[in-house]
């Protein structure tokens, strides 16, 4: 049965090892936040680096920041939202957009780790991104060394605390870390962040929809307890009306699943009535959409992100 806090003093010991400035890549996730703090305490020169990539949910950059700074953590928010939407123009194949955000994910890194004059960097790589990635269902941001790319290219020693666990273990570590509830038992929120979400070419314009529309998914859904919730903005147009005109308009679909360990998923049996008033919010909340569905789909045959 799994110890959290044999393996948090485990891993602490493992830690004490790093000797050199080191850089923990944070998201604001579960998996990087529970790195920085594992760190935080047997890490001597430990910076903090949330790269605002333009693609997180709505005021996670400012949220990001306060929590560390309110906890004694030394955070960076490096602004660099051009450079990844410049790196996703035109693209639309799922596997090609998640090399472009990992090969500009890691150029800004790498920059940043060279100003900071930094020798380690740790990231919160899970069980369940190797997995994936080594099964060739879809390749992971922070998953280098097991897709054949040498991190010293990126002139850095990786480090990765958690790589030989699963999503509910890193959520029994961040627990017993003493993190409060509304972090460590937070919904999954993909590396590449919204540019998973988006169909098609990730623009700012689309990217907007969709923040807009997870904003509103979450603050309907997340009462339920699923393992994940989220908007995608499909690529497709839908024929609608409104004021008495015909127009076409953007499909948001929302997605709602129950699963342990990420590897299986099941669709959440959200009342009719919830539903309803989600999509409705959707509708009025944000005009260039047309029309709601709700993906029922199981993993497998799906995955639970749509890229």
Same mark, same amino acid.
């Given at each position: ?36 703090? &594992? ?17 997180? +949910? ?12 309110? +906890? ?25 957009? /998640? ?11 790498? +920059?940043?780790? =060279? ?13 369940? @991104?190797?997995?994936?990635? =080594? ?17 010293? /290219?990126?002139? &850095? ?19 017993? &870390? ?6 460590? @038992? ?7 962040? &919204? ?7 990730? *623009? ?10 997870? =904003?509103? *998914? ?45 590897? *299986? ?14 999509? @409705? +919010? ?26």
């Amino acid at each position: 049965m799994f110890d959290p806090d044999k393996y948090i003093e485990k891993k602490k010991d493992e830690l004490k090892e790093i000797k050199g400035r080191t850089v923990v890549a944070a998201s604001g996730g579960v998996d990087s936040t529970v790195c920085a703090f &594992l760190a935080h305490t047997v890490v001597d020169d430990l910076k903090v680096v949330f790269i605002d990539d333009g693609l997180m +949910r709505e005021g996670e950059p400012e949220q990001v920041s306060s929590f560390f700074k309110e +906890r004694g953590l030394d955070i960076t928010v490096v602004n660099a939202q051009k450079e990844f939407f410049d790196s996703l123009k035109g693209i639309t194949d799922p596997e090609e957009k /998640r090399k472009a955000f990992r090969n500009t994910f890691y150029t800004v890194l790498g +920059r940043i780790l =060279k100003d900071f004059k930094a020798k380690y960097l740790i990231q919160g790589t899970i069980a369940a @991104d190797i997995k994936e990635t =080594k099964g060739g269902i879809k390749t992971q941001h922070n998953v280098l060394e097991q897709i054949g790319i040498d991190p010293k /290219r990126y002139g &850095l020693t990786i480090v990765e605390p958690l790589k030989d666990i699963y999503k509910h273990e890193v959520r029994a570590v961040g627990r017993a &870390l003493g993190l409060p509830e509304q972090l460590w @038992d937070r919904i999954p929120f993909p590396g590449p962040g &919204l540019a998973c979400r988006v169909i098609g070419e990730v *623009t700012p314009e689309r990217t907007e929809v969709v923040r807009k529309a997870t =904003k509103i *998914t979450e603050e309907e859904l997340l009462e339920l307890k699923p393992f994940q919730t989220f908007a995608v903005l499909l690529n497709d147009k839908a024929t609608g009306m409104k004021n008495g005109n015909r127009i076409f308009g953007n499909i948001i679909a929302v997605r709602c699943v129950e699963s342990k360990d990420a590897l *299986t998923a099941f669709p959440t049996n959200v009342p009719w009535k919830k539903l309803e008033k989600l999509r @409705d +919010r959707i509708l009025n909340e944000i005009p260039s959409v047309i029309k709601v569905v709700y993906d029922i789909t199981p993993k497998p045959p799906s995955t639970i992100e749509y890229i």
